[in-house]
């Protein structure tokens, strides 16, 4: 019986006394903002226009966090960028350009002289052809404006490689043909 009165006098005290903690009753509120979480997004489609998965950014403290859901994927290890420019035009999706590379470094997270911000680390799927992936690109920022913004005046897009990327290799890490791509876009 005293375990229930302790509990009930405690959820009165909790449901009650917000007024304990700072602020009387006929004093002014003022407003609580955080800021606003910068989210992108794009959806991911092969060389025949079939769409095969989704990709979500969200910028954080750390960078920004991707997360990458695709079905279809063909076996074995592919690079993955950010590519420059945001439009994916099939079959090859040379429209999306180079690497997203706004400092002009060179390819690969091995290379002396790089990497580019683009640069992302490989995916490999399931035996089902599914990836599911997170990761933070530390060094690349939602917020228009900035140098290092994937979403600039042009756009960025997503693209997927035929091969694996080999982190060093100037300009593209011998990752081969673009087999998917997805424009990166605001989703706030």
Partial sequence: MWKNLIVLG??????????FFGMAED??????AAPETLKAAANVVDNEGNEIGHMELTEGSDGVLISLGLTKVPEGEHGIHIHEVGKCEKPTFESAGAHFNPLEKQHGIENPKGPHLGDLPNI??????TVQVEFVA???????????????????????????????TDPSGNSGDRIACGVISSSK
């Fill in 10 to 19: 405690s959820m009165t005290v909790l449901l009650s006394g917000c007024g």
């Fill in 27 to 32: 004093e002014k509120q003022i407003p609580v």
């Fill in 124 to 129: 490999a799927p399931e035996e089902d052809g």
């Fill in 138 to 168: 530390k060094n690349l920022t939602l917020e228009p404006g900035m140098e290092n913004s994937i979403l600039d005046k042009d756009g960025s897009a997503i693209v997927i490689h035929e091969g694996p990327d080999d982190y060093k």
